[in-house]
């Protein structure tokens, strides 16, 4: 499972990411920066978002051991 997380900068000068579990691996930059955009322009969260700081995709494995 691969996990999208954005990073915004917000007015109170801090980070807030935002996370969201099995997307698909084929991300562009374009679509990411579209994406986080909208987010930005929508006003969704009660954080004030300024500004993108970054995108990754995350992809984790958990081995069982017993």
Avoid: P, W
């Amino acid at each position: 499972m691969k996990t999208f997380r954005m990073k915004f900068g917000t007015d109170m000068g801090k980070t807030f990411i935002v996370s969201m579990n099995y997307a698909k691996e084929t991300i562009s930059d374009t679509e990411a920066e579209a994406a986080m955009q909208a987010v930005i322009d929508n006003d969704i969260f009660d954080q004030v978002l300024e500004s993108i700081v970054g995108a990754e995709l995350v992809d984790r494995t958990v081995v069982e051991i017993l």
